[in-house]
């Protein structure tokens, strides 16, 4: 690798154009319309859920909600193949039921059981699942950026033709590390997709306020990385983006920025009541570009499903996530053993 890198140092690598056209919205399938909406309902009820019992008492620590961006997380899951990796920061439930995780090990963990993903001592920000290929959940501010590179750099030293997803925010994109991976994913063409979902404040700062470059999709244009600005909000133009970034990838061509203009409906955290902007703002992202009522509209003009159908959907997933309440609440507490285990010493 090292090689490769003083190769590109020395100008033998071709140059790429970081100006990249964002390819329209796709024209989904009906499966496919169907497929989003269940995955992003699932999401939505599922971080409701969490919610609640955050507020109840039964999850502890922090706890950082997915509602409102289901559809960038949900799009990429479509444009990934098996054995691609995603890792992100902790706002990472959305993500870890994109990849298919188990409700019941997700909410269990959240509830600081036994048998949660990270037996109960990873709480909201700290689970995994190599099985998934998901590389967590992360607490520290950009980490997940650093991180998903060096994933990548395992996939390009193993020559697998997997691609990692790295998904970080607004907020993180002014973090150092962030920069020093971009430099080394450039150098030496790692196969890995920045996903900046940008949701427009970084805890409670607007990104005009904390951010002297707002066009996040540029922030590779000085190591020579291309990057689109994506509706974050329709999933049918994240998978079309997606799209584009992961062939780059996995041809070999080198990393890729998505900036995923989204919007998230609750505060940072469970802790933030988010007065930093007004009602009307939140109530607007709803009204006009809810990820969730964008595919429901269309499916009921298309007459793909009717209200009805879509009703016995909600009803179906507010059950899983009900159960997954019940079971999390009903679990067993880790056993005080647990405290020296999985612990470098």
């Not at 209200?307 to 997933?317: G, H, Y």
């Amino acid at each position: 690798m090292a090689g490769k890198a003083g190769k590109k140092a020395a100008g033998n690598s071709a140059n790429h154009s970081t100006v990249q056209n964002t390819p329209p919205p796709l024209q989904f399938t009906k499966d496919q319309e169907l497929k989003a909406y269940s995955d992003m309902l699932l999401i939505r009820r599922f971080e409701e859920k969490a919610g609640q019992l955050y507020g109840m008492g039964f999850i502890g620590g922090f706890c950082h909600l997915y509602i409102g961006q289901e559809a960038v997380v949900t799009g990429m899951q479509m444009a990934i193949g098996e054995g691609d990796q995603v890792i992100t920061g902790y706002r990472d439930h959305g993500h870890m039921l994109a990849c298919g995780m188990n409700p019941d090990g997700v909410m269990a963990e959240l509830t600081g059981r036994a048998s949660g993903y990270s037996r109960g001592k990873g709480g909201s920000m700290h689970m995994f699942s190599k099985e998934r290929n998901f590389y967590g959940g992360h607490g520290i501010v950009g980490a997940q950026a650093s991180l998903g590179t060096g994933l990548a750099f395992a996939n390009s030293y193993r020559g697998n033709k997997n691609v990692s997803l790295a998904y970080f925010g607004d907020g993180a994109s002014n973090q150092g590390q962030v920069y020093e991976s971009f430099n080394m994913a450039s150098l030496w063409d790692l196969p890995v997709i920045y996903i900046i979902e940008n949701n427009r404040y970084a805890m409670g700062t607007s990104v005009t306020r904390s951010s002297a470059e707002t066009h996040f999709s540029q922030r590779g244009a000085s190591f020579n990385i291309p990057g689109m600005s994506v509706d974050g909000m329709d999933v049918r133009a994240v998978k079309a983006a997606g799209d584009h970034a992961v062939e780059w990838a996995r041809d070999g061509k080198g990393p890729f920025i998505l900036e995923m203009k989204t919007y998230r409906y609750r505060g940072h955290s469970m802790s933030d009541p988010a007065k930093y902007r007004t009602k009307d703002e939140v109530q607007k992202m709803r009204a006009e570009h809810d990820p969730i009522e964008q595919v429901r509209q269309r499916m009921v003009k298309k007459k793909w499903a009717t209200e009805d159908d879509l009703k016995a959907i909600d009803k179906d997933i507010r059950e899983t996530v009900g159960k997954s309440a019940e079971f999390a609440q009903a679990a067993a507490l880790p056993d005080p053993s647990e405290l020296y285990t999985d612990i470098l010493v």
